[in-house]
């Protein structure tokens, strides 16, 4: 459960709010048995080249994708390759479920964040909250500063 809108649009408050999350492959298996399968969901490939992607599908369809999903981060788990990141949030009988890839999660150390891979939501986002979900472009200075002290650190700076 998350608390209270931080936008105006339904859809950006609930995929910007603090979700719940981190989930284990066993809350995993309770989040894919209480989706409300009566409902229409919007699968968003946030990735997607040029622009995301977003599909409809009925509760069924995402229960069955979402189960899917458990059996592959389980199996990924398995490996000792991590579950990736998901964050679930509920509010006002809205749901927004994001998945992190865990070939793209890291140890959470640094600043790298990484982009979200796929969103289930019941709330159809309109073409601007849609847009909104791509990922940044990332900070290639952010290497560039750490490099820069790591060899002033270590002195092999040339400037000194």
């Known amino acids: 459960m998350t608390s209270g809108p931080l936008s ?6 609930l995929y910007n709010s603090r979700l719940n999350g981190m989930l284990t492959v066993e809350l995993h298996e309770k989040t894919a048995a ?13 990735q997607a080249e040029p622009t995301p992607t977003i599909t409809t599908l009925s509760g069924d369809e995402v229960y069955g994708q979402f ?9 990924l788990h398995a490996l000792h390759r991590g579950t990736g990141w998901t964050f679930v949030g ?5 749901w927004l479920i994001k998945v992190f890839s865990p070939q ?5 150390c640094g600043p790298y964040s990484p982009p979200v891979w796929r969103v289930y939501t019941t709330l159809r986002p309109s073409d601007a909250a849609l847009a909104a979900t791509a990922p940044t472009a990332p900070d290639h200075t ?13 002195h092999t700076d040339s400037e000194g």
């Open 104 to 108: 793209q999660c890291g140890s959470g």
């Open 67 to 75: 189960t899917a999903l458990v059996e592959e981060l389980a199996a």
């Open 142 to 154: 952010l290497f560039e500063t750490f490099a820069k002290r790591a060899r002033q650190i270590f």
């Open 34 to 46: 209480t989706l409300p399968r009566d409902r229409t969901w919007h699968i968003i490939a946030p």
């Open 90 to 94: 509920e509010y006002d009988g809205e």
């Open 8 to 13: 105006d649009d339904p859809f950006l408050a």
